[in-house]
């Protein structure tokens, strides 16, 4: 995943911004034109492409199918962003169950 000074954590990019900087912007392609494309709000789209939204499931089969990519392909980058960005610190205190 390649990084980005205009992250809001400026360490990793947000999959939304992967879609605008790497789809959206060198293809042409509007948050206006794609999201009726895919059938949701335009607001949906420019939630995801601000970080203020993540791909659900659903949202990864409609830009997969729209933009010749996988549906794995946006559910993984979301799934990565959330596992770098997640502070494991909030959990508390875990013991194991079982041994490693």
């Known amino acids: ?11 990793y990019s947000t999959p939304g911004e992967i879609l605008d900087e ?3 912007q060198p293809l042409g392609i509007s948050c ?3 999201a009726k494309t895919i059938g949701v709000s335009e607001t949906a789209i420019g939630e995801i492409v ?3 939204r993540r791909i659900t ?6 830009l997969g ?4 990519t996988t549906a794995d392909f946006w559910a993984n980058l979301q799934t990565d962003y959330d596992l770098l960005t997640f502070d494991p ?3 508390g205190d875990i013991r ?3 041994d490693a």
């Open 1 to 11: 995943m390649s990084t980005s000074t205009t992250t809001t954590n400026n360490l």
């Open 22 to 24: 790497e789809f959206l």
């Open 32 to 34: 206006y034109r794609l």
């Open 50 to 52: 601000n970080g203020k």
């Open 57 to 62: 499931t659903p949202m990864a089969w409609r």
């Open 65 to 68: 199918k729209a933009l010749g």
């Open 89 to 91: 610190s909030t959990l």
């Open 96 to 98: 194991p169950l079982v």
